[in-house]
């Protein structure tokens, strides 16, 4: 994980002091080494704060530069290799990144970057032609925030808040699957989408027969892929089907025992389920356990840092961004894998349970993978860089997602009452312990804390105790925001966003569909209770 950060100002000038002050803001994404150059004759400084992953030598310190070029990249590209051979490269680091300011001599943008295979966000910067780049790649894992004004003053950086401070026009996130170029000779700013989802249904997968074995063969290449680091790997490990696969797959191509981790009060589900996991498949096994007064004392915090107040997702942020906190201060671990993605592209919320049908299955399913960087991916994103480490997950690999985008909604929904089949199905064969394998999906906010009484129970209780958040706020806001706030805990979240940032990138919170329900947590719908289950056959 790496912060990246520019100022283009050629009507606005700032200080240096002001500059690295923002620049500062995002330093925990890269603590390694740190660099913001200024060139006051070109208006122009870039800052890059680096995590040292692949090339540990100073050969791989970002901005990469030749000539009139500059190119800084937060991400990692898989086939780096294979893209120095067919473009024919030469890079003076090991750096996975480098191969992008070579590319960007070679080829046009639009085209080099189809071919990445990886996650990214990267800015390039052509002095001699005065354009600028910034692409992100096709899910958004990386992320990359903008502004401008009619002057074409840009300043850019991998978050929100190190850029509120210069007062450009509204703050912009780079859409995932695009770049933007601006273009200094004509002032003109344009938008260049490079991949859709699938969506031919001639195309689509239909039959059941070898959709198992194809999703096991494309995960565990994608696994293998994502190994390439120079620093030690670990995985997060809720105990959750999807982590847990990962992790199998992670020890199984690990000469030595991995380490896993997990998180949650002393109740918690998850981490009954995390520990036989790491006994079943051998590894080296770390938890915390959390306080209840403790975690909802950080929650100020984690807003702050992961830039939203959607209500799952801060839910599910504490314990992730705690845990990051302990690895960080205990371990040398720094690529930490995650099982993020899964869900959105297999249909795995509880909620699927309740389509309509197999296209209302298909096209929802489709809409969650486009807003992952808005949700599950913008929390293990912020979560982890909060504390320097590196985030991979496999299941947003670009030819598992592929796959899976165009499997039917007929072989996405649950079968047998039980969500994600295939995917479970695939992993049949040793690689977990049956009561994991065929485990009723959880969401992580919910794992963390026990059944009787769960995490998001807590919250409000502490809310309505401590009178944070009182009926009259509550009734003032929604007639002002038309009744947006679904809660009190809602209004909470909202104000303490809002001490911090004035845009707003959230078009909804995440909620279930085709269900009566006023909260977003699992627990709330009726398959949840295996009772309710038994009830309908």
Request: proline share 3%.
């Amino acid at each position: 994980m790496c912060g990246i950060f520019g100022l283009l100002s050629k009507t606005k000038k700032f200080s240096s002091t002001e500059i690295m002050q923002q620049f500062d803001k995002i330093r925990s994404r890269g603590p390694d080494c740190s660099k913001c150059s200024f060139n006051y004759n070109d208006t122009y400084s870039y800052g890059f704060h680096r995590l040292c992953v692949n090339d540990l030598s100073n050969n791989g310190n970002q901005p990469f530069e030749n000539k009139d070029v500059s190119m800084m990249c937060n991400g990692e590209i898989y086939n780096h290799v294979q893209l120095k051979n067919k473009y024919n490269v030469f890079t003076t680091s090991d750096s996975d990144c480098e191969v992008l300011l070579h590319l960007y001599e070679k080829e046009s943008v639009n085209e080099f970057i189809k071919y990445l295979d990886g996650v990214f966000a990267f800015s390039i910067y052509d002095r001699k032609n005065k354009v600028l780049y910034l692409g992100r790649d096709r899910i958004g894992v990386r992320p990359l925030f903008f502004r401008y004004d009619n002057d074409l003053n840009v300043c850019f950086g991998s978050e929100a808040k190190c850029i509120n401070y210069f007062k450009f026009g509204t703050v912009m996130e780079v859409p995932p699957a695009h770049y933007v170029k601006f273009d200094f000779n004509n002032l003109s700013v344009s938008f260049h989408k490079y991949y859709s989802l699938p969506l031919d249904t001639c195309k689509s997968i239909y039959r059941s027969e070898g959709v198992h074995l194809e999703l096991k063969k494309l995960l565990e290449k994608a696994v293998e892929k994502r190994m390439m680091s120079d620093r030690e790997i670990g995985c997060l490990l809720s105990g959750g089907l999807d982590s847990s696969i990962i992790a199998s797959i992670l020890q199984q191509k690990s000469s030595k025992p991995i380490k896993t981790f997990s998180i949650g009060f002393s109740e918690s589900t998850d981490l009954k389920y995390a520990r036989k996991v790491a006994e079943y498949i051998g590894s080296d096994h770390h938890e915390v356990i959390l306080d209840y007064k403790d975690a909802i004392s950080r929650i100020p915090e984690v807003i702050e840092k992961i830039e939203t107040y959607d209500i799952t997702t801060i839910r599910a942020s504490t314990g992730m961004y705690l845990l990051s906190e302990y690895i960080k201060a205990n371990f040398n671990e720094v690529v930490i894998f995650s099982g993020e993605g899964s869900d959105e592209l297999l249909a795995g919320y509880l909620y699927f349970h309740y389509s309509p049908g197999n296209v209302d299955l298909f096209n929802e399913s489709r809409r969650l993978v486009t807003e992952l960087s808005i949700y599950d991916v913008l929390r293990a994103d912020r979560t982890t860089a909060s504390h320097g480490l590196e985030l991979r997950v496999p299941f947003l690999d670009k030819d598992f997602l592929d796959y899976c985008m165009r499997l039917d909604g007929c072989l996405r929904k649950p079968h047998d009452n039980i969500e994600k089949y295939y995917l479970r199905k695939a992993f049949a064969d040793g690689y977990l312990p049956d009561e994991v394998l065929w485990r009723r999906k959880e969401g992580f906010s919910d794992g963390v804390g026990g059944l009787e009484k769960p995490w998001y129970v807590h919250i409000q209780e502490w809310i309505e105790e401590n009178n944070i958040v009182t009926d009259e706020q509550l009734k003032t806001f929604n007639e002002v925001f038309n009744n947006k706030f679904l809660s009190k805990e809602a209004l909470y979240y909202y104000m303490e966003y809002r001490k911090n940032y004035d845009h707003d990138f959230l078009p909804n919170y995440w909620m279930p569909k085709w269900q009566k329900v006023n909260d977003p947590s699992g627990r709330v719908m009726p398959v949840f209770d295996e009772q309710e289950l038994k009830k309908k056959d």
